[in-house]
T-cell receptor
Framework: AQKVTQAQTEISVVEKEDVTLDCVYE???????LFWYKQPPSGELVFLIR??????QNEISGRYSWNFQKSTSSFNFTITASQVVDSAVYFC?????????????FGAGTILRVKS | GAGVSQSPSNKVTEKGKDVELRCDPI?????LYWYRQSLGQGLEFLIY????????KSGLPSDRFSAERTGGSVSTLTIQRTQQEDSAVYLC???????????????FGEGSWLTVV
């Protein structure tokens, strides 16, 4: 069975601090996809990244970076020099490769509060 | 449209009434998903459409819930005889295609906030 664990319920940081959001997943499949979504107060889930299980290369996009480690089944997300606009709920999700739809299994989410 | 559009944004209904929630996916997206977000359960998958058919309905919580999709585009989620536990945000999402090993990116709408009183 698939499972995604985001152990950090809530994190508070001061602007300009770096912050890492943890994500640990479980799956029996060898082919799967990992996602991060941001949910600001407006409620929309904003896509941030998708990672294929065969691609362990870390990725950087501006102040965002992701560390994918299959050995520890983790897909952690780091925000460098955090800003108030980063305040949101962040969800990690897993999708297995299936014939019918890439159904997402979400973690419980981590609330990030960035204070000025 | 540019993104996934959902209506209504907010709906307050009395227990026992039926409600319909609408989703207009991104133009050209063949796969459409409904998810539910509630305080106690987090984000849960409800149903997946590929075109107008629904090969995966495994997440629908009861027979009071149904959904359809027409013209390979707009989808309607219907909840009959609403109960207070149905109160949640109902999120619609779409992707270019669904299934296989493509791992398509799934884009979400802003959701329909349903409150059953």
């Amino acid at each position: 069975a698939q499972k995604v664990t985001q152990a950090q319920t809530e994190i508070s940081v001061v602007e300009k601090e770096d912050v890492t959001l943890d994500c640990v997943y479980e799956t029996r499949d060898t082919t799967y996809y990992l996602f991060w979504y941001k949910q600001p107060p407006s409620g929309e889930l904003v896509f941030l990244i998708r990672r294929n299980s065969f691609d362990e290369q870390n990725e950087i996009s501006g102040r965002y970076s992701w560390n994918f480690q299959k050995s520890t089944s983790s897909f952690n997300f780091t925000i460098t020099a955090s800003q108030v606009v980063d305040s949101a709920v962040y969800f990690c999700a897993l999708s297995e490769a299936r014939e019918y739809g890439n159904k997402l299994v979400f973690g419980a989410g981590t609330i990030l509060r960035v204070k000025s | 449209g540019a993104g996934v559009s959902q209506s209504p944004s907010n709906k307050v209904t009395e227990k026992g009434k039926d409600v319909e929630l609408r989703c207009d996916p991104i133009s050209g997206h063949t796969a459409l998903y409904w998810y539910r977000q509630s305080l106690g359960q987090g984000l849960e998958f409800l149903i997946y459409f590929q075109g107008n058919s629904a090969p995966d309905k495994s997440g629908l919580p009861s027979d009071r819930f149904s959904a359809e999709r027409t013209g390979g585009s707009v989808s309607t989620l219907t909840i009959q005889r609403t109960q207070q536990e149905d109160s949640a945000v109902y999120l619609c999402a779409s992707s270019l295609v669904g299934g296989g090993t493509s791992g398509n990116t799934i884009y979400f709408g802003e959701g329909s906030w349903l409150t059953v009183v």
